[in-house]
């Protein structure tokens, strides 16, 4: 008779721990974000012109059969960067430089002028090519920088850009817009870094400025800034 009520506690205690554990993990689980379909998205692909119509249906049957998008819509990529233009006739030459082309485009009132082929321009030559030039220049002094074009590529996108000033003959004069490119040493640093070039930090400090000011807010000094920069 005292090993069956013995039992009987066990049981119930084990019954009352199981019942407040029930009660404690009957907590509704967190609800999920609810799902889009993707019947319901509608794709736009922004391509440049001329674009072969042999593409254009290998791209729609990859986005409608194997993705299931049901629309899908084709755009000018130079149109749209032509729309951001603040000018009241909506007049505008886009010049669009690729990796090996450079496509210019002319738009009036928002479109693109396709009155005949020869208004839309593609010129081989871009981004590519320029890498390849800056390879050429920037070792004929001290570095050899032929199989550095990640680095190249860095200049090239941060510090290049297309200028409407005459710079020519401007070698004996201070220009504001010469940087400095610190080459990376790949132990405390793995990305270039730009700085003002030594000329200039003098004048800022003429003009009582920061010396030290730089365009990446980078405050380091380099010895071998030592030689002003023309």
Known sequence: ????????????????????????????????????PIQSIAVMILLPPHYPRILLDQIMYIWMEDFGVSN?????????????????????VCIDI????TMIVPMYQS?????SKTNIKRIPIGGRHMVNMLKYYMSYRQYNLM?????????????????LLNIWGEKDKVRDYDRDYLLPD????????????????????????????????DDDDDDDDDEDVN
Not at 6 to 32: H, L
Not at 150 to 161: A, T, V
């Open 1 to 36: 008779g005292g090993s069956t009520a013995k039992r009987s506690k066990k049981n119930d205690t084990t019954n009352a721990s199981s019942s407040s554990t029930n009660s404690t993990s009957t907590a509704p689980p967190p609800t999920a974000p609810p799902k889009i």
């Open 72 to 92: 899908i819509g084709f755009g000018i990529s130079q149109l749209f960067s032509g729309r951001c233009n603040d000018n009241q006739y909506n007049t505008s």
């Open 98 to 101: 690729g990796w090996s082309s």
């Open 111 to 115: 479109k693109v002028i396709l009155s």
């Open 147 to 163: 199989d550095q074009e990640i680095i190249l590529q860095d200049i090239l996108e941060r510090l290049c850009y297309i200028s």
């Open 186 to 217: 790949y132990i405390t640093t793995f990305h270039g870094q730009i700085q003002l070039p030594l000329s200039l930090q003098r004048r800022l400090v003429e003009d009582g400025g920061d010396e030290n000011e730089n365009d990446d807010g």
